[in-house]
């Protein structure tokens, strides 16, 4: 008799187990990581975890096209999922995601990497000022008064700095004596435009 009983027991656990993991979440999510200006692959480590269980995760790395396919196998029992991204220079990024059991979801394109803008600055002197410039890379940042020249610089970005910036290529000088900083802002419209430009009277 106690045998049997011990028998019920094992097959009501199975039973149990059965029913709570065929319930349990199975999901895909695939994609692209890309460059945000050139499309180029970007290398990156992918997770997908369970709001619930944050600690709990399926990882990946993406392919040489920078692709990626992550699959749970029923080791959720909730459909809010979190795709955490991180490049290779540990830029990171979180998207959450509401997917019902057995979905494949497509998350397209997902722009991340960095980009390096140039921009020809034109300088016309209208008054006996210097200017010097900041936050740019170039042979030479500052200029004597009367200084009538073109020169390259550039800034490299990453998606996010692109973004804080509004999709501009954000120029600080300071002319003097008795100037303060000033921002000029290029508008970019890249990829369209290789080299930016812009004229600043000073």
């Known amino acids: 008799m106690k045998k049997i009983s011990h028998i019920i027991i094992a097959l009501s656990f199975c039973c149990f187990w059965s029913c709570n993991k065929s ?24 997770n997908l975890s369970n709001a619930a269980t944050p600690s ?27 795709l955490e ?33 140039y921009c020809k600055v034109t300088l016309n002197p209208i008054d006996n000022s210097a200017i ?10 500052h200029f004597n008064a009367g200084t009538a020249t073109q020169f390259l610089c ?6 996010d700095q692109y973004n804080l910036f509004a999709k501009n290529f954000p120029i600080s000088y300071k002319i003097y004596p008795g100037g303060s900083v ?8 890249a990829p369209t435009v290789d080299t930016l430009s812009v004229t600043i009277n000073y």
């Open 182 to 189: 000033k921002d000029t802002v290029v508008y970019v419209s």
């Open 56 to 82: 709990s995760k399926v990882n990946a790395t993406t392919n040489t096209d920078g692709s990626f396919d992550l699959k749970s196998q029923g080791e959720w029992n909730s459909n809010n999922y979190y």
């Open 85 to 117: 991204i991180t490049e290779v220079n540990s830029s990171y990024i979180r998207m959450s995601y509401t997917i019902n059991n057995r979905q494949n979801i497509d998350v397209g394109n997902i722009l991340r990497g960095s980009y390096t803008f």
């Open 23 to 46: 319930a349990l979440t199975s999901v895909e999510l695939h994609g692209r990581v890309v460059n945000y200006i050139t499309k180029a692959p970007v290398q990156a480590t992918i």
């Open 132 to 141: 010097d410039f900041y936050g740019i890379t170039a042979v030479q940042t």
């Open 154 to 159: 550039s800034a490299t970005y990453s998606f």
